[in-house]
């Protein structure tokens, strides 16, 4: 984990992958990780070992910064970010986080570098190399979305943006929601969610329904095995799934699914969040290209998404 995580990995990725876009973002993948080389810590001494978990520890407990400088993350101006990439190199903040540097320190004396001068100078180096790299590529993604923004005299168009930052996005799973769960080993029982909305499940305890209503007029209905089920299917209803589902049919396995489909939408949310942020300062614009985004997350890019001016 302490390899993993320090700065010099981190760079080394920039190697590994393919460009997702045309903005200098890459997309990697399984046989790219396989590819990356990573220092092993299995043959170091105590006093080293104990330094790589100290200081990892100290990383771990806190908010893990960007590797891109604060104020051109600030900037969605192109002519301000090329004025600002023209001045002196500013560390982003993760860069200058003490124990961001003891772990690099220590991963550094792993690979043989045994003089601290020598380490401190490296360090040095690295961390200048991955700043520029890092803002060589977000002042190309300001001036691509400028670009976006007049292409044509027309307004942003908000599908191509978001589909940049599909592109662009990083996920241990992208797999569609619906494509997801009809691949679970545990979704052994068939249910047909209908369009209608709302959608609504009763809490009545003197009387327990199992059944979720859709509609005003509460006509069409799914009837379930379980109150778990039936959180189950109100939950996919409201995230917008539709049609024929594959979902588990015993209460505890579909409960252990709900909580799974929170965790793959909070993880999303997250890395979609980081990118939107990152393309556009406008909040009506960042709402749009989340609503977007989730869309396509949880039924498929190729299904029909919100419309948007």
């Known amino acids: 984990m302490a390899s993993l995580n320090s700065t010099i990995v981190g760079f080394f990725k920039t190697f590994y992958g393919r460009f997702a876009g045309t903005e200098g973002n890459l997309k990697t993948e399984v046989v790219d990780v396989k590819l990356m080389e990573v220092p092993d810590p299995r043959r170091v001494s105590a006093t080293l070992s104990k330094r790589l978990e100290v200081a990892f520890d100290s990383l771990a407990r806190r908010e893990s910064g960007r590797l891109v400088e604060e104020q051109l993350m600030d900037c969605h101006s192109p002519e301000r970010a090329r004025n600002l990439a023209a001045g002196p190199l500013v560390l982003p903040k993760e860069l200058q986080q003490p124990d961001r540097r003891e772990l690099d320190d220590a991963v550094i004396e792993m690979l043989g570098v045994s003089d601290s001068a020598a380490r401190s100078e490296l360090i040095d180096r690295l961390y200048e190399a991955t700043?520029?790299?890092?803002?060589d590529i977000r002042v190309v993604e300001i001036e691509k979305m400028e670009q976006r923004a007049r292409s044509g005299g027309k307004r942003l168009n908000i599908h191509d943006l978001a589909a940049d930052i599909w592109d662009a996005v990083e996920l241990s799973d992208s797999l569609s929601v619906r494509q997801w769960l009809t691949e679970s080993p545990r979704a052994d029982a068939w249910v047909d969610v209908p369009e209608d909305r709302p959608?609504?499940?009763?809490?009545?305890?003197?009387?327990?329904?199992?059944?979720?209503?859709?509609?005003r007029s509460r006509k069409e209905q799914v009837h379930?095995?379980?109150?778990?089920?039936?959180?189950?299917?109100?939950?996919?209803?409201?995230?917008?799934v539709r049609g024929s589902l594959k979902i588990p049919g015993d209460a505890e396995s579909a409960n252990d699914l709900l909580v799974r489909v929170e965790a793959r939408l909070a993880e999303a949310r997250t890395a979609f969040s980081e990118l939107v942020e990152s393309r556009t300062g406008d909040s009506r614009i960042r709402e749009q290209l989340l609503d977007v985004l989730q869309t396509w997350f949880v039924r498929g890019r190729d299904e029909e998404t919100p419309s948007h001016p």
């Open 224 to 240: 379930c095995g379980s109150r778990s089920q039936a959180q189950l299917v109100l939950h996919l209803a409201e995230l917008g």
């Open 131 to 135: 700043s520029q790299h890092f803002r």
């Open 199 to 215: 959608v609504v499940l009763l809490d009545n305890p003197l009387f327990p329904d199992h059944t979720v209503y859709f509609g």
